[in-house]
């Protein structure tokens, strides 16, 4: 920007010691959905920012990208900002080399700010300054170029964020190494910057504050965190101020689409000659992808003098924005709407309109954006689950980082896509031939739907060929030659390439056959099961996955002991591997130990599984006796876990509840480690509510009260009887787990805190943990945690229960399902909400309690939402209310959710994935290829 015919610096840079200024500024409240990053800051440690009392973190949850860097010395200075002063760089030589950072729990379709911070404060010794590329998802943002090694660049957009996480990439485009200082993340109402849609963002050039001193205004004056420049000239202009508030026209406020913090209003400047104008330019900043960049801006103004009257015009290059307006005294009006048509320069003037005013022009405040197209569409989202699956069972090292189809030129190695031009790109082709990929054939390779080229040829791959490979409507190639694969080959891929439709080869595989002729008859039959199981396992993994994806960053647990202990086969050897696990805490376990070759037999190789989680993945198995169980082994690809490993292991020793998943018994042998879980036959609360199978609204009104009660029972135990009191801090639909008699089980204690304040205080803690739609408000936001939280995520999952619907209805427009049932409910209208698939058949008093109770649990303000103990005693009576009204009928409609013997609906321990800002890789398969095993196991304690 430039004021008069000065020349004002183009890029937006402002010295460390500016920034520090803004220190002056007032503290109000916290926002909510605000994300906070002190890039390079180490892990888990986070602190208040002075200047917007904002909570900052380390970015290491959100990237596993990278290393972290101090700036040189030379470049702190006692006012520094502590943000800038650790950097994460990305040092690859690669040209288009990608490294991003990954946003969870973002609301889809929602209006967001993002700023990205950078100051290089020579923090790799190299006095070099780089320039590099910044993408949001698939899209270009902007191209940082430093100029200066002691000032902060700063980069924002606003943009609509089309699904529920984010990305923000930083691309080596061959000028220096990216880095990053800091990466903020705000939430805006949707009814702001109207330019901002989904297929165009905007991004910010400038934001001026005039007639301001030299502070720059940000949160908590301004609620959205923007930063606020001071602009004034007192060569030129005049300040004028005022004390009074400036507040929106009322004609603006229920649709408000511009609106500039009071503070901001409060100032602003006019010519010092009466006759002469107001005017400032900038220049055209075209960039590689943008060659004509287009501009739009926002102008603010609002009278601050009493009892005058003024009237100006507006032009830029000449050409009239804005005629004979006069601003009303303490109200503030925002112009704004067109895009300027393209310039190399814009100058804009503000002049009165000389016949009927006397008093000069005036403007308050001024923000100038360049607008970028987001209408680039990233991958299908069932292929980035599945080739990321793949990804991380393989451990394909390659350029495989963020979007794998787009944009076109970051395209991953070994895949050819599809670009539609209305809709996303999908994989059509994957080649990872010689690619000494080792384990079975992925079923997720299953999943690719627009797949027409499969070539795994030449690599290590065992097991037989999964027959979910036949479902690939679009495929005309695969080639499986060159591999270790046993088993026949499904007869539909045979006809296939009988038939000319399929391309199929399978040369140099000794161990498999062709013919049934060689095959035992028994691979028939359970090739029929493994269609069956391979249907389930696919949907309950993409469910899972999709779930995965709101997934934070992993971080790799530096510092950890590896435990060398050799596996034993003796199970009673417990006292010797005592001492080696001593260190973990874990001589106090008396469950029984089980050595990694055991739940290799018990869980029969791992063969089937039941669930997926950040931890790990969860497998059916039999104890010698019979005894189902599902057992949980940690992913050893993925280093993470260990701590939530040792936590839900510990813990789960001290709680005995019947409401509470009880533990048979843990491993932890070598780098393997794994807890041994009762298993619960009719799998989770979630999947009889809505999983896509044929169990789904089974459950009758009697049947949903039993168990939330018995829910409930089992955290007012956790809350109430132990000492600590614990957190579960995961409170949801599916970790309440079921078993044949539909007995409900809080499962999932990974996230468990032992809390030791009262009720109260709060516990602050580094980071949220939880899943995306259940999180309490004060949580989310502030971190601040108490057993009000977990009756806050019971409170969502009651009416869960009621409804049929999930924590977040999709349609028309994402909304939480308190404020959905909430609204209707105040209208007094139950007949909506409950859920149909119920029939009507339940005490409405009882409906009308229950759902009276769960709003009660999802107050705002936790001090007014009830104890667990006066939930139970709530439900309690909902529950005599249904049972008087059904007396007669009582077990008429027991079970009627149960399976029969093969119960398809899968148990699932911590199914889904906690939105933990400690785990980002999306760790989702594991490829374990082991020898052969034998139904028995050794004898139980
Ligand atoms: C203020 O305006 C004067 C006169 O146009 C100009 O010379 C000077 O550079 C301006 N200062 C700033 C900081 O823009
Ligand atoms: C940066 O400095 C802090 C202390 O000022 C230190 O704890 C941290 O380890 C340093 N980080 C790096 C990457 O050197
Ligand atoms: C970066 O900025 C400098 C001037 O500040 C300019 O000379 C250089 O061409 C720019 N580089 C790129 C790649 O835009
Ligand atoms: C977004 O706004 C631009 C400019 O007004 C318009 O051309 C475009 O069609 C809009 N896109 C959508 C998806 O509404
Ligand atoms: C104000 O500007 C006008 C026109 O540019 C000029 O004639 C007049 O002398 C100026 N007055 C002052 C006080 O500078």
């Given amino acids: 920007m430039s004021a008069g015919s000065a020349t004002a610096p183009r890029s937006l840079f402002f010295l460390l010691s500016l920034a520090a200024a803004t220190g002056v500024l007032r503290v109000r409240g916290q926002s909510t959905g605000f994300v906070s990053i002190d890039c390079g800051l180490s892990e888990q440690s986070g602190y208040v920012d002075d200047v917007t009392k904002l909570p900052y973190s380390s970015d290491a949850a959100f990237t596993d990208a990278g290393s972290s860097h101090n700036v040189s010395a030379e470049h702190v200075k006692p006012s520094s900002t502590k943000r800038y002063l650790s950097v994460r760089s990305f040092p690859d030589n690669s040209m288009a080399s990608r490294s991003c950072y990954t946003f969870p729990s973002i609301v889809p379709g929602s209006k967001c700010l993002l700023r990205a911070t950078f100051m290089y404060g020579n923090y790799d010794g190299l006095n070099k300054l780089p320039v590099f590329d910044l993408y949001l998802d698939v ?12 000032s902060v660049h700063t980069a924002e957009v606003i943009a609509v964020i089309p699904s529920d996480t984010v990305q923000v990439c930083l691309v080596n485009i061959g000028l220096g190494t990216p880095f990053i200082s800091g990466l903020d993340l705000r939430p805006l109402k949707n009814t702001l910057y109207p330019q901002v849609n989904s297929s165009q963002g905007l991004v910010l050039l400038d934001r001026r504050n005039f007639g301001a001193s030299d502070i720059i205004v940000r949160h908590p004056d301004d609620p959205y965190d923007r930063e606020w420049f001071p602009w004034s000239n007192l060569s030129k202009w005049r300040g004028i101020s005022t004390k009074e508030k400036v507040r929106l026209r009322p004609e603006d406020e229920a649709d408000v689409h511009f609106d500039a913090p009071s503070v901001v209003m409060q100032t602003a400047i006019t010519p010092l000659n009466a006759s002469e104008k107001i005017h400032f330019s900038w220049d055209a900043e075209p960039n590689n992808v943008y060659p004509t960049p287009r501009y739009t801006s926002v102008l603010y103004f609002s009278e601050l003098e009493r009892n005058v009257v003024r009237l100006f015009s507006v032009t830029i290059n000449g050409m009239l924005l804005m005629s004979r307006y006069t601003p009303r005294y303490l109200f503030s009006y925002a112009f704004y709407g067109i895009e300027h048509s393209y310039s190399s320069r814009y100058d804009f003037t503000i002049q009165a309109t000389a016949t009927s005013s006397t008093l000069p022009p005036i403007i308050n405040a001024a923000e100038f954006f360049s607008v970028i197209s987001t209408a680039k569409f990233g991958t299908d989202p069932q292929d980035v689950i599945a080739i990321n699956a793949i990804k991380t069972k393989y451990q394909v090292k390659k350029n495989w980082v963020s979007d794998p189809c787009a944009p076109k030129t970051f395209a991953w190695d070994g895949l050819n896509c599809s670009y539609p031009t209305s809709s996303s790109p999908r994989i059509t082709s994957i080649n990872m031939s010689f690619g000494g990929l080792s384990g079975d054939i992925s079923s997720y390779f299953a999943n690719f739907k627009a797949i027409q080229h499969l070539d795994l040829s030449y690599n290590k791959l065992t097991g037989s060929i999964p ?57 028939k039959k359970n090739s029929t099961i493994t269609i069956y199981i391979a249907a389930l396992v696919v949907a309950a993994v993409v469910i899972g996955l999709l779930l995965l994806l709101l997934l934070l960053g992993v971080r790799k ?121 009762e298993h619960m036959s009719e799998g989770n609360l979630q999947d009889k509510l809505r999983g896509g199978n044929s169990n789904i609204g089974c459950l009758t009104w009697k049947q949903r009260l039993r168990i939330t009660l018995e829910s409930a029972q089992g955290l007012e135990y956790l809350h109430k009887a132990c000492s600590p009191p614990f957190l579960h801090r995961d409170v949801k639909t599916s970790n309440i787990l079921l078993d044949e008699n539909l ?199």
């Fill in 467 to 523: 027959y979910a490979l036949t479902q690939l409507p679009s495929l005309v190639e695969l080639d499986l030659t060159g591999n270790q694969l046993s088993g026949s080959i499904p007869p539909e891929l045979l006809k296939r390439k009988a038939d000319g439709s399929l391309n199929l080869r399978y040369g140099n595989n000794p161990k498999l056959c062709d013919q049934d002729s060689s095959c035992q008859p028994t691979e």
């Fill in 557 to 677: 647990k530096k510092g950890l002991v590896k435990g060398r202990v050799k596996p034993e086969h003796v199970a009673s050897d417990v006292q010797s591997h005592s001492k080696n696990s001593n260190r973990y805490g874990l001589l106090q376990l008396d469950n029984r130990w089980f050595t990694y070759l055991e739940l290799e037999v018990i869980t029969n190789n791992f063969q089937r599984v039941i669930g997926r989680g950040g931890f790990g993945i969860v497998y059916d198995g039999f104890l010698e006796d019979g005894t189902r169980v599902a057992v949980k082994l940690r992913s050893q690809s993925s280093g993470q876990g260990v701590e939530e490993f040792l936590t839900e292991a510990r813990n789960l020793t001290k709680i005995h509840h019947k409401n509470l998943v009880s533990l048979i018994g843990y491993c932890k042998d070598g780098e393997y480690l794994a807890l041994v879980y």
């Fill in 139 to 150: 899209n270009f943002w902007k191209t940082v170029n430093i100029s200066k090694a002691d």
């Fill in 743 to 941: 007995k409900a089980k809080v499962a999932d204690f990974g996230l468990l805190k032992a809390f030791n304040n009262d009720d109260d205080t709060h516990v602050s803690t580094a980071r949220v943990v939880g899943t995306y739609g259940y999180l309490a408000p004060e949580y989310a936001s502030a971190m601040q945690l108490t057993k009000k939280s977990d009756v806050y995520s019971f409170g969502v999952v009651l009416l869960e229960v009621i409804t049929g619907k999930p924590p977040i209805l999709q349609s028309p427009e994402p909304t939480n399902i308190i404020e959905w049932a909430g609204q209707r409910l105040g209208q007094g209208n139950i007949e909506d909400v409950v859920d149909m698939f119920m029939h009507g058949d339940y005490d409405v008093n009882s409906v009308w309690k229950a759902a009276d109770v769960a709003l009660r649990c999802t107050a705002q303000v936790p001090t007014q939402r009830p104890t667990m103990t006066a939930v139970v005693a709530h439900l309690e009576e909902c529950l005599d209310l249904e049972e008087s009204r059904t007396t007669g009928d009582i077990n008429s409609n027991l079970n009627s959710c149960s399976g029969g013997e093969f119960n398809p609906n899968y148990n699932n321990y911590g199914v889904d994935h906690p939105t933990d800002t400690s785990q980002s890789s999306r760790t989702v398969d594991m490829g374990h290829s082991f020898g052969g095993g034998v139904a028995t196991g050794p004898a139980t304690l």
